[in-house]
């Protein structure tokens, strides 16, 4: 029986390939050479791998795959990533292409491996949420423990490696920017092995994550911002990619973009994004980082127009800048700030360039930048980073390392006058000053600039805390603190936390895939890291406060598990991967968008609560903007876990009769219905769904001042006589006054005995409840 192999052991036959397709001089000496490496290989019978391991959780996949059962006779992609990793999503899109060319029919397979860097990245639901997130159609299979990974002896992330249909080693692929080769290799393996007879076209179980998504409001908003004159506020909603404008009651004024993804420009009504994430809000100008589509896009509400002032189109690779915005790739901007360098007032945008792990200015009037020269309005350039994935502090700002810059925050006044930065893979808070461009350290991480893996849930000053993958960061001049998304923070309990390490890098790029694979320490474009596994046994999801003075690091608000509860105290109120924050009313209120809850949630500094912002979608710019509404109505959301539950007792009525519910509602004193808010009521009956078929199940509530009525008839002749009916109101309401938002539910639960005598008549039943 042959054993089983590595990545080392291809190395030193790839090695040799790779040689060869750089001196080749034509597309079609490359295919030769790819196809008599194919046939050498075929000599090799050691080089198969280990199959996946027994017990492993699978998404977008009926059941577990196994590369000697449901991948035999099938070229098979697989890519190592872990999620938070920007290089690991640069690469989708090349394998999303790869599938759109090559079927499960025509023999091609693509696993994703999910190895993961952080703690939070391996719990399923985190994973699951990502898929969503990126559109990932094709299996996942959630590799916890690295098994796979260290059985291959994988070096970093991403690395894609082809197998051939017997589960054999063919090439491997380290980092991004590998699309020609991806291809080229694909290509000559399904020719080499369909020409052999040895592929299948047989069909794997798929049940795709996507499918069985519930409709919802927001989905994955992955910031948001507001303008302090007008108190409106800018929400990227990610997972529709658009970007809503609303007021702080959450009545929607504009709707841009959505629900699908493209790239245009044009009017309000016709303009298209892809993942959008930073956004800042001024006046009626709304800047956004528009991810997936590498643009900087500017929503004009004046004058109802989105325009392009940085960006091509397509990933670039420049870390120099220095063309006009329009003409000047760039990559994955994550985050956006408007402000001024060197000019009139907000004559610049910051960039939070995460793809090539720097920060960027877009000049909106001519300026100069600290330790740099001066630019006429238009261009794009870089400010700070290196471009290597480093946490390097340092007083020249291009000299500095950054480790995927997710958050901006400014802080234009002394004695600060710098700009704060998440600095997510890293797992730190740095500041850019915006006097002389010195880039320092904050709080978290470690002085070790090469260590990205310094991270975790402790409060304390400067390196003495630590962050885990911080996402946004949001400024409060008048308190002089700094508040941070520390999206994947997670508590750990003294003295029953493990930590195994293991040598790896993640890299950026690659000159020779087999080489970097064999690489033990960083070399040219790739940075050193370690892979590090953590037996956490208890989660917390947290916003925290920074006194940038003292570098002093605390939690706010958190439960100490990932939740999505609300109501009085930060300390059970509960988040899930938020994503980004805003200040608002002069300090008294914090904005967070909680990502992987499709929520944005308002925390009142002063009273210590936390509501829900109560985001209303109906056709504004866009005709999209109401198919949301009527999802959402159609398919009642999950009650909060502080609902109350209230049981009735058992009602007896007759077939053919109707029941008219009287729902009587009270909300909270000083409190008011907000106006176009989705508030709701749904009637089901699980299990005896024949019930209510053919009857109104959902409906709003417009008005608490007088009961509602809800009738609904007994079939006759009923199909069961004991079925039970829930009836559940979700309503939203903010204090008379304005300010803080919150939503309140309920459910009755109402059982029904049935006599099958058909009967006449309406039985009356009053259902009451005060929030």
Known sequence: MASCSSLPTLSSFQEQLDYALEDAATQEDK???????????????DLKIPDFENGLEWLNTVGPLSLRKELLGKVVVLDFFTYCCINCMHILPDLHQLEQRYTVKDGLVVVGVHSAKFPNEKVLQNIRSAVLRYGITHPVVNDGNAR?????????WPTLVLLGPR??????LVGEGHRERLFLFATAALEHYGQQGLLQDHAVGMKLLRDSLPPSILSFPGKVAVDPHSKKLAIADTG????LVVTSSGQMLHCVGGPGSGRQDGDLSEALFSSPQGVFIKGNAVYVADTENHLIRKIDLSERRVTTVAGVGVQGTDKEGGSMGPQQPISSPWDVALGTAGGVEDNVLWIAMAGTHQIWALFLEDGKLPRGSGHTRGVCVRVAGSGSEENRNNAYPRKAGLAQPSGLALAPDQPWNCLFIADSESSTVRSLSLSDGAVKHVVGGERDPLNLFAFGDVDGKGVEAKLQHPLGVAWDAASGLLYVADSYNHKVRHGKTRRFYSACLC??????????????APRGRASACLLVAVNIPALLFQIKVVEPKTKQCRVLAGTGQPGDGFGAGFQQCGFNEPGGLCVAEGGKLLYVADTNNHRIKVLDLETQTVSLLPVSVEEVDSVRASHASAEVLGRAPRLPRSAP???MAELVVSAGQTINVLLSLALPAGTKLTEAAPSFWSLSAAGNE?????QSVTGHITDVSRPLSITCSVPTPPLSLDPVLTLSAWLYCCLSGGGACMMKAVSFTQPLQIHSTPKDGTIAVTLTHTF
């Open 690 to 694: 024949w019930f209510l078929e053919g």
């Open 645 to 647: 539950q209230v049981r």
């Open 148 to 156: 796979l990974w260290q059985e291959l002896e994988v070096a970093c």
């Open 240 to 243: 529709h990619h658009r970007v």
């Open 507 to 520: 890299v950026v790029s690659a000159p020779s895939s087999s080489q970097a694979a064999a690489a033990v």
């Open 31 to 45: 295919e030769n050479i790819v196809r008599q490496y194919l046939r050498k290989l075929d000599e090799k019978e």
């Open 167 to 172: 589960g054999n080693l063919l090439f491997s």
